[in-house]
């Protein structure tokens, strides 16, 4: 079963609007990550927030992480047009060592110009 | 650099066939993994490998072989395909826990099963 859920699955705003997208997850973490693919292409790592942090910023994009709630949300502000494309968040269920990676069915972004 | 490198792109199989996807990566990466892509269910990991010789199952395996000889190469054995095996895959490799294990990504095969 998939350890990441995102709500929601679909998004479409206007250009310049912020676009919010909500992560949950089953398990305890070390870490959680944010990727984006664009139409057709391989994902993009965006963002890793670990367990003991609380939010973390990488140009544009805000990540909140909730360890009690077992969630996370990905902030995009003054989004563009670029920014079109499916968001997935991505946890490591606690074994940072195994190699595993369990990603959400992911939030599609449409940025209309 | 490349990255991950994945052969074929595009791939049609009838049911029965059997193939190897292949996946490089060229990042001394220690950890690679296979994922199927599915309409709405996400990324499923198939199997994955934390270094050559160690190979492990993920969450959706049955159906596929992987093997890790070199830590360069990861490829992907299809035994007899089945139609439910029509996704695109996607191969990954990462410098592991130091890292979080954040992954890059190959550009995927699209397999179709008929």
């Known amino acids: 079963s998939q350890q990441g859920e995102e709500d929601p699955q679909a998004l479409s705003i206007q250009e310049g609007e912020n676009a919010t997208m909500n992560c949950s997850y089953k398990?305890?973490?070390?870490?959680l990550q944010w990727y984006r693919q664009n139409s057709g292409r391989g994902l993009v790592h965006l963002i890793l927030i670990r367990s003991n942090e609380r939010e973390k910023h990488s140009g544009r994009l805000r990540v909140t992480l909730d360890t009690s709630k077992k969630s996370s949300s990905l902030l995009i502000t003054a989004s563009r047009a670029a920014d079109t494309a499916s968001y997935f968040c991505?946890?490591?269920?606690?074994?940072?060592?195994?190699?595993?990676?369990?990603f959400g069915q992911g939030t599609t972004l449409q940025v209309k110009p | 650099n490349a990255g991950v490198t994945q052969t074929p792109k595009f791939q049609v199989l009838k049911t029965g066939q059997s193939m190897t996807l292949q996946c490089a990566q060229d990042?001394?990466?220690?950890?690679m993994s296979w994922y199927r892509q599915d309409p709405g269910m996400g990324l499923r990991l198939i199997h994955y490998s934390v270094g050559a010789g160690i190979t492990d199952q993920g969450e959706v395996p049955n159906g596929y072989n992987v093997s890790r000889s070199t830590t360069e190469d990861f490829p992907l054995r299809l035994l007899s395909a089945a139609p439910s095996q029509t996704s695109v895959y996607f191969c990954a490799s990462s410098y592991g826990r130091a890292s979080g294990n954040i992954q890059y990504f190959g550009a995927g095969t699209r397999l179709s099963v008929l």
């Open positions: 991505a946890t490591d269920g606690g074994s940072s060592n195994t190699g595993k990676l369990i």
């Open positions: 398990t305890s973490i070390n870490n």
């Open positions: 990042m001394n990466h220690e950890y």
